[in-house]
């Protein structure tokens, strides 16, 4: 998370975000100095949680305001958020896409990690199923997100799909720059090897998800 | 104060038995309609409700005196209607103030106590008992009445765009915002599902029904613990009890919501 670096006030004095800001549908008093400033006086850092979380990179400065977003005036900027986002992806350094689903189930099933209850050390859950419909015997299944039921089974597992859902869980923002989707690799959410077992849970032949 | 922690500790042994039963049940939403129609005559925030008035009764404090005095903003001792009507700006302390905030002020001038103890507790400390308790007994003296939350002073106006803005304002590892969680209608996490908070009914379905007695673990939640948690959720840092992002948030629900009625304190899964 080291590239995070565009503090909101300092990234408000920016030209290019200074246009942005202000092009924002925040009416009167809700200026980026009472903004930066309510911010300020507002928050503690607490456990894993800290401030610094405030700080918002150029993705979620562009992406917090819902006016301009998907504003047609804003395609250029959506894309060119798209291609930073999707050069920040890793791909396997082994090559292999796919580990073991049985322990994607269990990534997919749980959604902890990051909190300010949580501990530095315990290993992050993926929170898929949160938002998104994937085994069918899991009925407590989020919205959010679309069904990945029979992921595997509806597209195939040749090398450009196994390409594209890679990106997209490493980095959501890849292919949709205001997704809802978290960025699990880019972030440091999820490591390398946890990526490989939700790939084998959507895309292994023998993961229930494509029975 | 001691009566009414011993009250509220007596109260939830009471309570253990229903809570347990509840969450054996496969079918959460089925659960919490049965548990909802049992309780149609007695929902336990009453006791909170009990709890706090007499802690609006009861003198303490270095001042030795009660909150009867205390101005919620239909005057001192007004205590029908007035949560109907708040988050709002107060000449005294020129700003704008929810509930909890505005009794921190009461606490400090009419009782003379160190409002920085209340804030720094954590939820389940006895001095956020006596916040969660008040809040109970206050917000069901507006039971029934309508939200009047129409932001006219030029502070209240700030409020709720800054409150509107942080709805939206995504930070973190996960990007998340209010919004991703509650700015679509008809989504759910899990088996939950989320009010859509930028329109009226998806707001008023919130903020008419916190605080709230929470089922599944036997506590009486305030307006400020529920954004507390939901900040949780969002990854970010945690939010400082009363200040002014809780209520721009606050503020941003209350005037979305205006016109809905309060059914407060309202009993939640």
Redesign the interface.
Known sequence: ?KHRALLVAVALLLPGGAAMAQS???????DDA??AQ??K??????GV???D????DE??VF????ETVYAPESAARREEIEKVNLASVKWPADGVWLGDWKEGEKIAQSGRG????DKPEQVNGG?C???HQISAEEI?????GPSLHNYGKLRGTDDAVMKATWAKIYNS?SNNACS?M??AGH???LSEEQMKHLMALLLDPRSPVNQ | MHQASTGIAAFLAAVAAVTVAHAQMDNPQAGIEAYREALQDGNPAELHEMAGEELWTTPAGPKNASLEQCDLGLGPGVVKGAYARLPRYFADTDRVQDLESRLLTCMETLQGKDPKVYIDASFTAPPKEEMNALVAYLSGQSRDVAVTVTPEHPKERAMYELGKRLFFFQGGPYDFSCATCHGQEGTRIRMQDLPYIPGHEGAAAGWTSWPAYRVSNGQMWSMQWRLNDCFRQQRFPEPIYASDATIALSTYIAANSNGAVMKTPGIKR
């Open positions: 998370m924002g549908p925040w009416g009167p008093g809700a009472a903004f309510m911010l006086t507002s928050f503690k850092g607490r949680a800290t401030l979380r405030l700080n918002q993705t979620q992406c917090s305001d819902p990051n909190t300010w209850t929170n199923y949160n938002c407590s299944h989020g919205t959010i923002k809802n978290p960025r972030m440091g959410i």
